[in-house]
């Protein structure tokens, strides 16, 4: 079975019964990658959950990616970090984690980004967001187009990011990407708990 979700914490970790429901969502083997994303957290408190966390995703054979902080994810041993146009550059980071952990790349909505970041050695590459997001306010808009494009000119992995949920995802993997990304449908639904919410991943 391929696997093709692209998960993200939730934005803030409360409590063991977060390191559980991670875990059971896990093992219905349908995640490739989990991404950690904390904003406004401590480093070493976001270390401690790291360390947790990377016990759990090992456990589950999925790869380990750290939001922001190649520096962090080198210490914790995670699998790669990724980054935003805002955070540290990428040959920095590339020099942080060396040539064989994972590094992703945000991209909005932009071929001259996917481009640079094909160019640099990225490992993925990620646009959004597709539709409207409540995780994060969103400044860029992606269209279909670009994933069609991507797969076409550059032919690298390609995570969509934004609002995406089981009734929508099925476009945008039909268009072309690789993985879809998604957090709050799989963490603060409000009809399905985490487990069920990711078995609508078909």
């Excluded at 970090?81 to 790349?105: E, P, T, V, Y």
């Excluded at 690789?178 to 069920?196: E, G, H, M, T």
């Amino acid at each position: 079975m391929k696997k093709y979700i692209y998960l993200i914490s939730p934005q803030k970790i409360r409590g063991a019964k977060f390191y559980k429901d991670l875990n059971d969502v896990l093992k219905t083997n349908k995640v490739k990658y989990f991404q950690l994303r904390l904003k406004n957290i401590s480093n070493s408190n976001l270390f401690k959950i790291s360390k947790k966390v990377k016990k759990i995703v090992k456990k589950n054979n999925v790869k380990f990616l750290i939001n922001d902080k190649p520096l962090l994810a080198k210490k914790v041993g995670a699998d790669g970090c990724h980054i935003g146009q805002k955070d540290m550059n990428f040959i920095n980071s590339r020099k942080i984690l060396g040539k064989n952990k994972i590094i992703g790349i945000t991209c909005h909505n932009s071929k001259k980004l996917a481009l640079k970041a094909k160019k640099n050695g990225a490992n993925y590459v990620a646009f959004g967001s597709f539709f409207k997001s409540s995780t994060k306010k969103t400044n860029f808009r992606a269209n279909l187009e670009i994933l069609r494009w991507t797969k076409k000119k550059i032919n690298m992995p390609t995570v969509a990011i934004g609002g995406i949920n089981s009734s929508n995802y099925k476009k945008i993997l039909s268009n072309g990407a690789n993985f879809i990304a998604c957090s709050n449908y799989v963490w603060n639904n409000k009809k399905l708990d985490p487990v069920s919410a990711i078995k609508k991943f078909k």
